[in-house]
């Protein structure tokens, strides 16, 4: 048999890596990192190889399952739309259209053919009820990115390659390589930026192993960071280190933000932080004379009540200082295609806009089109008008990875259907009554849409698939469409070719006008994904313009760099005013929305410390719950351990490998100890998306070591009320030693 060489993006995880691989007979020999690639240059993870496993997994489904009394059996596609028209249409009918809830998933950020064709399905709901995993990690840092530059996605990031002092707060992108940062190979940039004499400090509850190579590492109170942020800015205006550098025409606010943090001086904050006053003012100071710096922050940082607060002082500090939009500082990445911040005018737009609606039982503010994810379950057992009677999952699994899964759980169980897309039957889509698989990633093309607007460096890759789609199986794209046709009343065995034609051309009509035929003429022969790529490539910054810019993209042109690893478009550069999409044309520094949940951290400072808090944690293996059924990830030592400091330890009567409970407002599990000095006294960890003992899931590898779900123990009423973000850390936690049986 002949071995061929393919080169495609890995979708596994944020950093994007560049594979080379080889096959032989659809059998996958070998990955490895692909060196010519412009933007990972070889670098991989142990993910990446286990894509071999998931291509190969037995338990992945190939064909879609309906529930027939009770038990999930494998029909073609023309049964499984069939099944949906017949039960998802008059529930429409009876009830409306929000008696149907979708919810979206992580994965989903990494396939272009779910993410453009989402809102297709959307809008043909007519739902208010979207929902998604945005709102368990990210959206604190989307929606004060919003507030400050004008979109969901103008997120500031380290320019890792020219900076020499970097403090990195409730992150771990040695872990990640990366975090709304694409960021491959972080150890090696951040040794590299050693090498050249420059500094990486991490704030963090856990000794994480980005804390193991800096050159500092503070412990910090989970919940603290607002305060410690507050109390840098705070140094800043007292000390007089105030310096916007370049930016300095375009920022408004800047007093409205010192009197906003007047209260915030390191000494009233040092306890709540257990952070001293000095080495708050240290971090200031340094931060603020070393000519390029940047803060970054994330999950850690996200996952609390303070979330957006949080998320808006780490931009706070990166302007004041003369850090943002600068060489080394943090910096805008500027994306070939789908960037809202590089389209329609330059420099000034609408803005975003939040609470356009509420949701029904909780009255959460609607935030970037979507409720809180936490609001499921009570959307669907709270009875009343408007309840939700049908949902729509889309490779997501908040049974694992939302608070209070037992509840949702029960909830899903409640419901009149479930659809499900998804390759795997896990433990939410074991209550669908419809599962849609979509193909093997080696079997799908990979452009990453919103990655490349949060990376290190800008590039354009594109990815064919390696192997041809087996059987009938449809592209994921075709099987959205084909529901949101259901949806509109044309019927299940619509045309989706045809369907996907009209729906272009309704859009290049709305968007191009009189020129509108001509934007259909030069996306000819594309179809899908494909074609709206093509398209927003050429009408991007670096395209082609249609044709009259012959030296610009399009997709034929970054289609051919696959082998040779894609196309380098540059280090990062200033972008304001130009990025900027506010309706002032400016920075906002101080948006009011911000300003006013002050006073709610304010009135928290004095609160006592609890005993124990919790706090979860990322390990490199693990970046999503349905990875521990990949052998190549799920081996070595068991993850899913409580780590606990040995002071905690030995007062709690706590021994290393044996059993602890954790108990939580009535809530409680039990999980084995792993003493660890990298723990801060006062806090225990454990890591998120484990509990694969629940009936009805078919995941053989990850049920052989179940491990326990941390979301179990919290409280799902408990949110960032700005965001409507998830709180998954510093939850108060009762801590005891399970004696074992004589």
Same mark, same amino acid.
């Given at each position: 048999?002949?071995?061929?060489?393919?080169? $495609?993006?890995?979708?596994?995880?944020?950093?994007?890596? =560049?594979?080379?691989?080889?096959?032989?007979?659809?059998?996958?020999?070998?990955?490895?990192?692909?060196?010519?690639?412009?933007?990972?240059?070889?670098?991989?993870?142990?993910?990446?190889?286990?894509?071999?496993?998931?291509?190969?997994?037995?338990?992945?489904? *190939?064909?879609?399952?309906?529930?027939?009394?009770?038990?999930?059996?494998?029909?073609?596609?023309?049964?499984?739309?069939?099944?949906?028209? *017949?039960?998802?249409?008059?529930?429409?009918?009876?009830?409306?259209?929000?008696?149907?809830?979708?919810?979206?998933?992580?994965?989903?950020?990494?396939?272009?053919?779910?993410?453009?064709?989402?809102?297709?399905?959307?809008?043909?709901? !007519?739902?208010?009820?979207?929902?998604?995993?945005?709102?368990?990690? /990210?959206?604190?840092?989307?929606?004060?990115?919003?507030? +400050?530059?004008?979109?969901?996605?103008?997120?500031?990031?380290?320019?890792?390659?020219?900076?020499?002092?970097?403090?990195?707060?409730?992150?771990?992108?040695?872990?990640?390589? !990366?975090?709304?940062?694409?960021?491959?190979?972080?150890? &090696?940039?951040?040794?590299?930026?050693?090498?050249?004499? !420059?500094?990486?400090?991490?704030?963090?509850?856990?000794?994480?192993?980005?804390?193991?190579?800096?050159?500092?590492?503070?412990?910090?109170?989970?919940?603290?960071?607002?305060?410690?942020? !507050?109390?840098?800015?705070?140094?800043?205006?007292?000390?007089?280190?105030?310096?916007?550098?370049?930016?300095?025409?375009?920022?408004?606010?800047?007093?409205?933000?010192?009197?906003?943090?007047?209260?915030?001086?390191?000494?009233?904050?040092?306890?709540?932080?257990?952070?001293?006053?000095?080495?708050?003012?240290?971090?200031?100071?340094?931060?603020?004379?070393?000519?390029?710096?940047?803060?970054?922050?994330?999950?850690?940082?996200?996952?609390?009540?303070?979330?957006?607060?949080?998320?808006?002082?780490?931009?706070?500090?990166?302007?004041?200082?003369?850090?943002?939009?600068?060489?080394? =500082?943090? +910096?805008?990445?500027?994306?070939?295609?789908?960037?809202?911040?590089?389209?329609?005018?330059?420099?000034?737009?609408? &803005?975003?806009?939040?609470? *356009?609606?509420?949701?029904?039982?909780?009255?959460?503010?609607?935030?970037?089109?979507?409720?809180?994810?936490?609001?499921?379950?009570?959307?669907?057992?709270?009875? =009343?008008?408007?309840?939700?009677?049908?949902?729509?999952?889309?490779?997501?699994?908040?049974?694992?990875?939302?608070?209070? #899964?037992?509840?949702?759980?029960?909830?899903?169980?409640?419901?009149?259907?479930?659809?499900?897309?998804?390759?795997?039957?896990?433990?939410?889509? *074991?209550?669908?009554?419809?599962?849609?698989? &979509?193909?093997?990633?080696?079997?799908?093309?990979?452009?990453?849409?919103?990655?490349?607007?949060?990376?290190?460096?800008?590039?354009?890759?594109?990815?064919?698939?390696?192997?041809?789609?087996?059987?009938?199986?449809?592209?994921?794209?075709?099987?959205?469409?084909?529901?949101?046709?259901?949806?509109?009343?044309? &019927?299940?065995?619509?045309?989706? =070719?045809?369907?996907?034609?009209?729906?272009?051309?309704?859009?290049? /009509? $709305?968007?191009?006008?009189?020129?509108?035929?001509?934007?259909?003429?030069?996306?000819?022969?594309?179809?899908?994904? /494909?074609?709206?790529?093509?398209?927003?490539?050429?009408?991007?910054?670096?395209?082609?313009?249609?044709?009259?810019?012959?030296?610009?993209?399009?997709?034929?042109?970054?289609?051919?760099?696959?082998?040779?690893?894609?196309?380098?478009?540059?280090?990062?550069?200033?972008?304001?005013?130009?990025?900027?999409?506010?309706?002032?044309?400016?920075?906002?520094?101080?948006?009011?929305?911000?300003?006013?949940?002050?006073?709610?951290?304010?009135?928290?400072?004095?609160?006592?410390?609890?005993?124990?808090?919790?706090?979860?944690?990322?390990?490199?293996?693990?970046?999503?719950?349905?990875?521990?059924?990949?052998?190549?990830?799920?081996?070595?030592?068991?993850?899913?351990?409580?780590?606990?400091?040995?002071?905690?330890?030995?007062?709690?009567?706590?021994?290393?490998?044996?059993?602890?409970?954790?108990?939580?407002?009535?809530?409680?599990?039990?999980? /084995?100890?792993?003493?660890?000095?990298? +723990?801060?006294?006062?806090?225990?960890?454990?890591?998120?998306?484990?509990?694969?003992?629940?009936?009805?899931?078919?995941?053989?590898?990850?049920?052989?070591?179940?491990?326990?779900?941390?979301?179990?123990?919290?409280?799902?009423?408990?949110?960032?009320?700005?965001? #409507?973000?998830?709180?998954?850390?510093?939850?108060?936690?009762?801590?005891?030693?399970?004696?074992?049986?004589?």
């Amino acid at each position: 048999m002949t071995v061929s060489t393919h080169h $495609r993006i890995c979708p596994l995880c944020e950093a994007c890596c =560049g594979l080379e691989i080889k096959v032989e007979d659809r059998k996958v020999i070998s990955i490895r990192g692909h060196d010519a690639d412009v933007f990972s240059a070889g670098y991989i993870c142990p993910k990446a190889v286990a894509l071999k496993d998931l291509h190969e997994d037995p338990d992945r489904l *190939r064909s879609p399952m309906v529930k027939r009394n009770g038990v999930h059996v494998a029909v073609s596609w023309k049964e499984a739309f069939a099944e949906i028209e *017949r039960r998802l249409l008059p529930i429409m009918a009876a009830h409306g259209r929000d008696a149907v809830g979708v919810v979206t998933g992580n994965p989903s950020a990494h396939k272009i053919g779910l993410l453009t064709y989402f809102p297709k399905l959307a809008r043909a709901l !007519g739902t208010k009820n979207i929902f998604s995993a945005s709102s368990v990690d /990210q959206i604190p840092k989307q929606l004060a990115s919003g507030l +400050m530059f004008g979109t969901w996605l103008s997120v500031a990031v380290p320019d890792i390659a020219r900076t020499d002092w970097l403090l990195v707060i409730g992150a771990n992108p040695l872990a990640s390589n !990366g975090s709304m940062w694409t960021v491959p190979d972080f150890r &090696g940039k951040a040794k590299a930026m050693q090498a050249r004499g !420059g500094k990486l400090i991490v704030i963090d509850p856990r000794r994480t192993e980005t804390a193991a190579v800096a050159d500092a590492h503070h412990f910090i109170r989970p919940g603290a960071d607002v305060f410690l942020l !507050g109390a840098m800015v705070h140094t800043l205006f007292a000390e007089n280190l105030v310096n916007l550098g370049a930016v300095q025409e375009w920022v408004n606010g800047v007093d409205e933000v010192r009197a906003a943090v007047a209260a915030f001086a390191p000494e009233a904050v040092a306890a709540r932080c257990a952070i001293d006053a000095d080495t708050i003012r240290q971090l200031a100071r340094q931060l603020a004379g070393t000519p390029r710096a940047a803060v970054y922050a994330r999950i850690g940082t996200c996952t609390q009540e303070y979330g957006t607060l949080a998320s808006w002082l780490v931009d706070v500090l990166n302007t004041l200082t003369g850090h943002l939009d600068a060489p080394g =500082g943090a +910096m805008f990445a500027k994306s070939a295609a789908f960037a809202s911040n590089s389209s329609g005018n330059s420099g000034r737009g609408k &803005g975003i806009s939040t609470a *356009r609606r509420q949701s029904r039982v909780s009255h959460a503010p609607e935030v970037m089109g979507e409720f809180p994810i936490n609001c499921i379950a009570e959307e669907i057992d709270t009875p =009343g008008e408007g309840r939700m009677r049908a949902l729509i999952t889309m490779a997501t699994n908040p049974v694992l990875s939302v608070p209070n #899964g037992p509840r949702l759980a029960k909830a899903l169980d409640s419901l009149d259907f479930m659809v499900s897309l998804d390759i795997y039957l896990n433990e939410t889509t *074991r209550h669908a009554d419809v599962i849609l698989p &979509g193909p093997s990633p080696l079997e799908d093309l990979h452009y990453d849409v919103a990655f490349p607007q949060m990376s290190w460096r800008n590039h354009a890759r594109y990815s064919p698939p390696v192997f041809e789609r087996q059987g009938e199986q449809p592209e994921e794209w075709e099987n959205l469409l084909r529901i949101a046709a259901i949806a509109k009343g044309l &019927g299940a065995d619509v045309d989706v =070719g045809a369907l996907d034609d009209s729906e272009f051309a309704e859009d290049a /009509q $709305r968007s191009f006008g009189e020129h509108a035929q001509a934007i259909i003429d030069a996306c000819q022969g594309l179809r899908g994904p /494909q074609r709206a790529l093509d398209l927003q490539l050429r009408a991007g910054p670096y395209g082609d313009e249609f044709g009259r810019k012959p030296e610009g993209l399009n997709l034929r042109k970054v289609m051919a760099t696959n082998a040779s690893g894609g196309i380098d478009l540059g280090e990062l550069q200033p972008r304001i005013p130009e990025m900027l999409r506010t309706p002032s044309g400016k920075v906002e520094l101080a948006p009011p929305l911000l300003i006013a949940d002050l006073p709610r951290a304010l009135a928290d400072l004095q609160s006592p410390a609890p005993d124990m808090v919790l706090i979860g944690r990322r390990d490199v293996r693990t970046n999503n719950s349905w990875m521990h059924n990949l052998p190549t990830l799920a081996k070595g030592p068991f993850r899913c351990t409580a780590l606990v400091h040995p002071d905690d330890a030995a007062r709690l009567g706590l021994q290393d490998g044996a059993m602890a409970q954790l108990e939580n407002a009535g809530r409680s599990l039990q999980a /084995q100890v792993h003493i660890s000095t990298d +723990m801060m006294p006062g806090v225990v960890s454990l890591p998120h998306g484990w509990g694969h003992d629940l009936p009805g899931a078919q995941l053989s590898v990850a049920a052989e070591r179940p491990g326990v779900n941390l979301n179990a123990l919290l409280d799902e009423k408990l949110r960032d009320p700005l965001s #409507g973000n998830a709180v998954l850390s510093g939850v108060p936690v009762k801590v005891r030693a399970v004696l074992a049986l004589a």
